[in-house]
């Protein structure tokens, strides 16, 4: 029988806090990619003015605040904890862990890998050359 009761293991660690997550209840995760949605479709309109607005600080909050979405509240309180942890001064996550973090959490919660299977862009694994016996 097939289950689609959920992954057992659900832990996982972040400088030295251990975290729970949960699937983040289907509207939450919906408002967030709607809003993706629109700010493609804002981030296009100003492209063609030449006018960008994204910045590394609000990048790195929106990867604060997606994650937030599949931490869970009730696990030694999770989502408190994780705050805390994003405002630390002393020993902080660094930057670049936070998109490792996301990426990990879509990645459990959808049972798909992000990353491409194959190493070329087409899909086509790679032909290695072949020798023809006799020849020089």
């Known amino acids: 029988m097939k289950s689609f009761s959920g992954e057992k ?12 997550w949960v699937y983040p209840y289907w509207e939450d995760i919906a ?6 949605d629109e700010s493609d ?7 063609t003015n030449g006018n960008v607005s994204v910045t590394v600080r609000s990048t790195l909050s929106d990867f604060i605040h997606r994650i ?5 509240p009730d ?9 805390k942890l994003t405002k630390r001064r002393k020993d902080p996550i660094p930057h670049t862990q936070y998109s490792a973090i996301y990426q990990y959490l879509l990645e459990v919660t959808s049972r798909h890998p992000t ?9 086509q694994l790679p032909i290695e050359p072949t020798s023809v016996a006799g020849s020089s």
């Open 115 to 123: 990353d491409p299977s194959s190493p070329s862009e087409d899909g």
């Open 41 to 47: 479709e804002e981030k296009e309109a100003t492209e």
């Open 31 to 36: 408002d967030q990619f709607d809003r993706d």
């Open 75 to 83: 696990f030694n309180d999770g989502v408190n904890r994780w705050r």
């Open 9 to 20: 293991d659900r832990d996982f660690e972040v400088m030295g806090e251990a975290f729970r």
């Open 68 to 72: 937030e979405l599949f931490i869970d």
